[in-house]
């Protein structure tokens, strides 16, 4: 099975897990407990953090640090997750991603950014 199978896979589960989620107001501070949740049932990790750079190579590849309390993550990201990282950047907001696995670029599911 393709790496990328494998991802499609495990983003799927994501979807199913988070599907029709509701959230009390109430609980809206930080990252839900049953978002947490979701993500550990789909098997997958989850990471709230801040971007230090995001930037663009000669090459065309997208590049970000993303940085949770203790480490720093530095890879390229795909399209999709640098344009959100970008964005939290420029607003000084913090970050929630889910990955299968450390969250570089390659093991990226989902990336939200925080109000």
């Given at each position: 099975?393709?790496?990328?199978?494998?991802?499609?896979?495990?983003?799927?589960?994501f979807?199913?897990?988070t599907t029709d989620l509701r959230i009390p107001d109430s609980e809206l501070v930080g990252v839900p407990r049953q978002f947490a949740d979701a993500v550990t049932a789909a098997g997958l990790q989850a990471?709230?953090?801040?971007?230090?750079f995001a930037g663009r190579q000669a090459s065309g590849?997208?590049?970000v640090q993303y940085?949770?309390?203790?480490?720093?993550?530095?890879?390229?990201?795909p399209q999709w997750a640098f344009e959100l990282a970008k964005a939290?950047?420029?607003?000084n907001k913090q970050v929630f991603v889910s990955s299968n696995g450390d969250p570089f670029g390659s093991n990226l599911?989902?990336?939200l950014i925080f109000a």
């Open positions: 099975m393709s790496e990328q199978a494998t991802l499609a896979e495990v983003s799927a589960r979807d199913e897990a990471f709230v953090g801040t971007i230090a590849s997208f590049s940085n949770t309390q203790n480490t720093g993550y530095s890879s390229a990201w939290a950047l420029l607003a599911v989902s990336v």
